[in-house]
């Protein structure tokens, strides 16, 4: 295997699991296969296994599904949180001195918990319903991110801005990846912390409807957290009250 063909076999190869990719590779030396027929092969072999994974409802709901639609409206989270912190510390190039009204500080905290609870919910649900597809969740959430940021003109903001809620969701993302879970109290608190903000918000003329898809995730994660502390009471014998 040292012609440029071989090489690239080998090269293929590597998207393989150890094991598979020994047999393989065994299989296309045993049958004395020419080098680009044993491309061939190897190349057909590992699409089939990247395919193989969407073959399940779960990637098609994570990419999608969650990480496309969520990420395109906490953008706009993102701004509007940037848009009021500009304007309730700087005004005309110095510092603010006007006061915020309490009816103010309220729908700017709602819309901070929703971008922190949704955007980490999110995440942590994204990666937990597939690990194997999550390079292509990522490439769903990026493409509104890249969209937007080529397409943001304002004078008086960084285009940053538009990705605070990248943060808590990549730390969503490790927290699932890390095997961790989320307690039952937890992932309810969450919950309805999350729906709450949003329905401040929506009863204050901040209703889209594609918003409410934030608060899925997280409803998402405390049915789960609820049927397995379920399931673990049973296994253990107990009842449930």
Known sequence: MTNPGWRLVEVLALQLVPAEREVA???????????????????????????????????????????????LVLLGFSFAISTELR??????????????????SILFLCQVVVLLVCSWAAGFTVESLSRKTLVASAVCCFLPCLFCLLRFHHESLLRLCLLLFLLPGVAGVCFSRCGRAISRHWAIVLALAGTISMAVLAAHGNFWALNWELTGPAWYLAFRSVRSSRTTILENGGTIR
Do not use: H, Y
């Open 87 to 104: 304007a309730c510390f700087f005004s005309g190039g110095s510092m603010s001195q006007s006061p915020v009204s309490p009816a103010e």
């Open 25 to 71: 590779l065994g299989d296309l030396i045993e049958a004395r296969t020419t080098a680009w027929q044993g491309v061939r092969e190897i190349f057909g072999l590992v699409l089939r296994r990247r395919l193989q994974p969407w073959r399940n409802w779960r990637p098609w709901l994570a990419a999608p599904g969650l990480a496309f639609p969520c990420s």
